[in-house]
């Protein structure tokens, strides 16, 4: 006999997946402690894996659930947004205690640092080389991410596939800039607080920009084995949410740490 | 256009008659107005050409202009090692480069 729901919600079938991802964060993060106090990396390895692994089975059956199975009602679709909405806001915050490090040391630059910023003997970056190319090319995969998403309203498969690609290679682009910059930057972060607040705010953008990235990559596959219809996508529209929010908090990096800090 | 009109107001009608779907429906297939070609030119046309024309800028400049590297001065603030990095000999940071990072006693390749 055929089941039937007579409701609009997704009772989401027993999965280790929660629970799993969860012990793995827990493992990495002690993992990292432990690298930095006792000099042992294994934890932090074993960690990522499971942490890894877990996420990819967990985004997997969603993928199922969703575009398999048609389990997403409006309903669902409905809890989803908003929290991934909610989940960007966090990210927010995250990064907004990284800028008040920031701010706190640069608006009053202490006697020890020359009472200047940026420090005595620091070199910043030229903010209109690389720096400023970043600025294009991550304006630019906007552009392209909304080329996508229209193309994806209108049914051309075609230009999604091909703006999403571009995205996708802008977004490389850009990491691999970032890398060059790291490599050939004349401070480290261990070159007073100006190093430390330069690499955590970049560093972790650099973070969030990779797993955008990847979010943008996977959704070009799911892209190209027909998940997505024309109005209901929104695994691309997560991706490309959070692309945004990548976007936009490189702005803020430009303007105040490269540019105003330079 | 009236046909169409017409399609409309039907399929509302007949939506609100029958039980509202819980599934993500499209109520109004051709309503959305094109904004792909916009997009797709402000890629092609605006986007694109400024990263490539702000590339070559950037290569010209990284292979024309090598000014020394600064003179090592055994600032305090600078090249902090409260506690050793945890790969390595702990010396060096992790996008270490020798020829721009000097350790806290001075340039490796001095």
Same mark, same amino acid.
């Given at each position: 006999m055929m089941v039937v729901k007579k409701h609009p919600f997704h009772m989401v079938d027993m999965s280790p997946w929660p629970l799993s991802t969860s012990i793995g964060a827990l493992v990495m993060t002690t993992g990292l402690v432990k690298w930095f106090n006792? $000099?042992?990396i294994n934890l932090l390895i074993i960690g990522l894996l499971i942490t890894v692994i877990s996420s990819f089975q967990w985004w997997r059956d969603i993928s199922r659930e969703s =575009?398999?199975?048609? !389990?997403? =009602?409006k309903k669902v679709l409905s809890g989803m947004k908003l929290g991934m909405v909610l989940f960007i806001i966090s990210e927010v915050f995250f990064f907004l205690s990284f800028f008040w490090a920031f701010f706190h040391s640069s608006l009053s630059p202490s006697v020890e640092l +020359?009472?200047?910023?940026?420090?005595?003997g620091i070199q910043p970056f030229n903010p209109m080389q690389i720096p400023l190319l970043n600025t294009i090319i991550l304006l630019s995969s906007g552009v392209s991410v909304t080329y996508t998403h229209h193309s994806i309203l209108e049914k051309t498969m075609t230009h999604s596939k091909k703006s999403l690609m571009l995205t996708v290679i802008l977004g490389l682009y850009f990491s691999c800039l970032q890398a060059l910059e790291y490599w050939e930057?004349? $401070?480290?972060?261990?070159?007073s607080v100006y190093g430390s607040t330069f690499f955590m705010a970049t560093g972790f953008h650099g973070i969030h920009v990779i797993v955008g990235t990847t979010f943008l990559f996977i959704s070009l596959i799911r892209l190209m084995k027909n998940h997505f219809s024309s109005y209901h996508h929104f695994g691309f529209e997560a991706a490309a949410w959070y692309w945004h929010f990548v976007d936009v908090v490189w702005l803020f990096l430009y303007i105040n740490v490269y540019w105003w800090g330079a | 256009m009236n046909n169409i009109l017409a399609k409309r107001s039907l399929f509302t009608s007949a939506k609100r008659m029958s039980?509202?779907?819980?599934y993500v429906i499209n109520?109004?297939?051709?309503?959305?107005? +094109?904004g792909m070609k916009l997009w797709r030119n402000l890629t092609y046309f605006m986007a694109i050409p400024a990263t490539i024309i702000m590339s070559i800028n950037v290569y010209l400049h990284e292979s024309s202009e090598h000014h020394d590297r600064p003179e090592f001065k055994p600032y305090? %603030?600078? #090249?902090? #090692?409260?506690k050793r990095f945890?790969?390595?000999? +702990? =010396? #060096?940071? !992790? $996008? %270490?480069?020798p020829h721009t990072n000097p350790l806290p006693g001075g340039y490796e390749d001095e």
């Open positions: 006792q $000099f042992n =575009t398999y199975q048609g !389990l997403h =009602t +020359g009472m200047q910023w940026p420090p005595m930057a004349p $401070f480290s972060m261990a070159d | 039980s509202a779907s819980k109520p109004f297939p051709e309503q959305h107005e +094109g305090e %603030h600078l #090249r902090i #090692r409260n945890p790969w390595g000999d +702990g =010396t #060096r940071s !992790l $996008f %270490h480069n």
